[in-house]
């Protein structure tokens, strides 16, 4: 059977060769090799990116509801966004939110960075385990806290009230709860903060700090002056990447205020819009919006990284 | 003295705000429905919210599914982005503008990519199939995978490669015996991210699978129904879930602080 098979398998294997040298050829030249390997990224790109993108563009001029057929409103849309006070609030919570943990994350991840930068007995379990929040599923862990924080049945609350105080609502309080969120997602993500600026103080040269100790440079002076600068294009990959994940914030609310109390952040609003009131056509402005919003901005940290990581 | 109790006070500190949720969770699901509502760690430990989420509302279908997804996801996002990286990172194509469109696509507001895809999917019946969402998926990890990667390249030497190179080798060669083991660990960090992502994601599931292929994350949040929340069960249910992503955060740990860093620091 096998020596049967021989004769009629062996111009297929030797055009399989002439293939394989073909494909070798050309990635031996770099100037197409570049471009082979990049092949499958681009054909992914313009399918998930390029294609929802145009979409997304020419909904938001239509008025389509899910079914029927779209018809073209114009800037109909866009000037109801204009003037929606409830879009312009979401937006501006959004933003108050990324603030709000960006600063606390830096702020935090920086001195818990410092205090662990350094050799201690256990280093490894205790980074291990600094590294759980990360890791673990967003929506799990927002029901979680939703439980914890529960102003009847809530473990937090029952400490609060062992040292005589009153329950907190933390979850069902008109402007507390928008902490809450801040305050889950700031659980969730510290870690992240944490780890890049750790690698960060590792990887600093140690020379420049003992001539500084040795000239009697105050500990702060040296932070302000060589540790900072040295750490920024790290501080500029958490702002950016933080950014981009806080500008689609959903888990924490899902899991919790569901957008009630004050709470309504970007995403859940186009969420609200497009899948729960099916106004595909608001909703894609509304999305719009928000992409054209973030593209700016992280274009603009995006560049800054760059210049660091290349000056570096 | 009093510094070095001080360090261990905080280590103490952060060590209990970041794993005492974990803790909890774990807790609970060994709570009766009757001690749920009450407080404390004083109660009979019962296993009910596990027999509940065997028998009762069986949830085994679900990680079935989420696992599927995430390892048929991870295997393709793999697949298009350690090439694209290299390529970024040895001849910087696109002179860095296809990168950042790469990155870009994370900027994406979640629900905005949705609205085209859930129109799409609807049209091609891709709607709550595995295909569907292991595609969704592909789009959500690839530009991170691909970023993650272009750092660990961009930390091989190029001339390690030249000089073999000039020894003859093709590029094929070169890729499989010179840079594949000097990427490995690399590789593996970004493949366990993706896994977890995958994993954990819950928007994407909720919006795009109903019954046949929904997965862990939308199965817990069905515990939150229109009367009640069954913290019990959903406690159980969570503490299976996240048993995975808790092996690998002891698996990840040792390798991460390198991982995370992108290669933008050099040592």
Not at chain 1, 29 to 49: C, E, G, N, Q
Not at chain 2, 66 to 82: E, H
Not at chain 2, 196 to 225: D, H, K, M, P, Q
């Amino acid at each position: 059977m096998a020596q049967a098979d021989t004769p009629i398998s062996q111009p297929k294997s030797a055009e399989k060769a002439y293939k394989a040298g073909w494909l070798n050829h050309r990635l031996n030249k770099d100037s197409t090799a570049k471009w082979i390997l990049i092949a499958p990224l681009v054909v992914f790109l313009i399918l998930f990116m390029v294609y929802p993108t145009v979409y997304s563009l020419y909904m938001s001029f239509t008025d389509y509801i899910m079914r029927g057929a779209p018809n073209m409103v114009g800037l109909d849309n866009y000037r109801w966004l204009m003037d929606d006070p409830v879009f312009w609030k979401a937006l501006q919570r959004t933003l108050f939110v990324l603030v709000a943990c960006i600063v606390i994350e830096l702020t935090l991840g920086l001195a818990i960075a410092m205090l662990l930068n350094r050799d201690f007995p256990g280093q490894d379990l205790v980074r291990g385990l600094c590294f759980v929040p990360l890791l673990i599923s967003p929506l799990a862990m927002s029901l979680m806290w939703n439980y914890m924080l529960h102003i009847q049945f809530g473990v937090v609350n029952d400490a609060i009230t062992f040292f005589g105080l009153p329950a907190v609502g933390f979850l069902s309080t008109q402007g507390l709860a928008i902490w809450s969120i801040i305050f889950i997602s700031v659980w969730q993500w510290l870690p992240f903060s944490i780890f890049v600026l750790l690698a960060g103080l590792r990887g600093l040269p140690r020379d420049q700090f003992e001539a500084a100790q040795v000239d009697g440079v105050p500990a702060w002076r040296v932070f302000l002056r060589l540790q900072l600068p040295m750490l920024m294009p790290l501080i500029i990959i958490i702002v950016l990447l933080r950014t981009m994940w806080l500008m689609r914030l959903f888990d924490p609310l899902y899991g919790t205020t569901r957008g009630g109390l004050d709470t309504e952040l970007l995403d859940w609003m186009i969420y609200r819009t497009s899948f729960v009131e099916f106004d595909i056509g608001l909703g894609t402005a509304y999305a719009m919006f928000a992409l054209y919003l973030t593209l700016i901005v992280c274009l603009l940290m995006y560049k800054r990284l760059m210049a660091a990581m290349n000056r570096g | 003295m009093l510094r070095k109790s001080l360090f261990w006070l905080a280590i103490a500190i952060i060590l209990f705000a970041f794993t005492f949720p974990v803790f909890w969770v774990y807790v609970t699901s060994l709570k009766s429905p009757d001690d749920i509502f009450g407080t404390g760690l004083i109660f009979k430990p019962t296993l009910y919210n596990y027999e509940y989420i065997i028998n009762v509302r069986p949830a085994l279908n679900e990680l079935l599914n989420s696992l599927i997804v995430s390892i048929a996801s991870t295997a393709v996002v793999m697949a298009i982005s350690v090439p694209a990286a290299y390529s970024f990172a040895r001849f910087n194509t696109g002179n860095g503008h296809i990168l950042f469109i790469t990155i870009s696509t994370r900027m994406f507001p979640g629900v905005v990519a949705a609205i085209p895809f859930f129109i799409a999917f609807r049209d091609l019946g891709l709607l709550d199939t595995h295909l569907g969402l292991t595609l969704l998926y592909v789009y959500f990890n690839m530009s991170f995978a691909t970023f993650l990667l272009y750092g660990f390249f961009k930390e091989i030497p190029a001339s390690l490669e030249y000089a073999a190179m000039l020894d003859g080798y093709s590029r094929i060669d070169i890729l499989r015996k010179i840079v594949f083991p000097l990427i490995k660990p690399g590789v593996a960090i970004t493949t366990m991210f993706c896994l977890i992502w995958s994993w954990n994601e819950f928007l994407y599931a909720f919006l795009f699978t109903r019954r046949i292929a929904r997965t862990a994350s939308v199965g817990l949040s069905t515990f939150w129904g229109s009367v009640e929340i069954q913290w019990g069960p959903m406690a159980a249910f969570m503490g299976i879930a996240i048993l995975p992503t808790l092996l690998a955060a002891w698996l990840m740990q040792r390798h991460i602080v390198r991982g995370l860093t992108f290669g933008a620091v050099k040592g």
